[in-house]
């Protein structure tokens, strides 16, 4: 079932399905493939890095992304928000808001603003429909969501706690959660652990890859 789904450490995965070669939010990438499409979530560094895109960016690669990240790539570039619904190269897009309610930067200031348009992706590959949450906590947004398989941060501090994330994954009863948001200096692979102990639902934690 998820043979496919490469976890890089963090929010980066790469996806190989359909002979297509997938990723979202490449960070700290080693030992790349060549990318068909580039999934990103939002502008901060550890999920849009140039210098990572440029490693797995051919001459047709496509990325999608919101426009405060496209401001920092070039290319073959769709800019998307909250709400948009797309396909390109094939992979039925659908676009989801992603957003803190309860983590804060300092008073009042979320690490993740509403405003800001920050996504999270429904991509639908393989006849499955994987949806990765960008860094967001539990929105309202998630009960109306239908997917098979959800990548899902389990931090806590910028992101959803593991807690949080089972309320999540309560709601949108997935097939299977991949817990994410640890690894390469993020959190802790504990959190995912806890996660897959306390999850209503079946959870795979991944091993990271280069």
């Known amino acids: 079932m998820i043979s496919n789904i490469h976890w890089l450490g963090h929010d980066s995965f790469r996806i190989e399905e359909e002979g297509l070669v997938i990723y979202i939010d490449p960070w700290q990438v080693g030992n790349p493939l060549k990318a068909d499409l580039i999934l990103i979530t939002h502008d901060h560094g550890d999920h849009c890095s140039p210098e990572d895109v440029a490693k797995i960016q051919k001459e047709n690669t496509v990325i999608v992304t919101v426009e405060s990240a496209a401001e920092h790539l070039s290319g073959d570039i769709r800019i998307v928000r909250p709400g948009d619904e797309t396909v390109v190269k094939g992979v039925s897009l659908r676009v989801v808001p ?59 501090t910028y992101v959803m706690t593991a807690d949080e994330a089972v309320e999540a994954v309560s709601a949108l009863s997935p097939q299977m959660a991949i817990p994410m948001h640890v690894g390469r200096g993020i959190g802790s692979l504990s959190d995912a652990d806890y996660f897959k102990s306390k999850a209503p639902v079946p959870v795979t934690i991944l091993e990271i890859e280069e």
Not at 121 to 141: K, P, W
Request: charged share 20%; glycine share 12%; no cysteine.
């Open 98 to 156: 992603s957003y803190n309610v309860n983590k804060y930067r300092s008073p009042g200031v979320h690490f993740h603003p509403r405003e800001s348009g920050y996504v999270g992706f429904v991509l639908t590959v393989g006849g499955r429909r994987i949806y990765h949450t960008g860094d967001s906590d539990f929105i309202t947004e998630m009960k109306t969501i239908e997917a098979d398989i959800v990548l899902v941060p389990v931090s806590g």
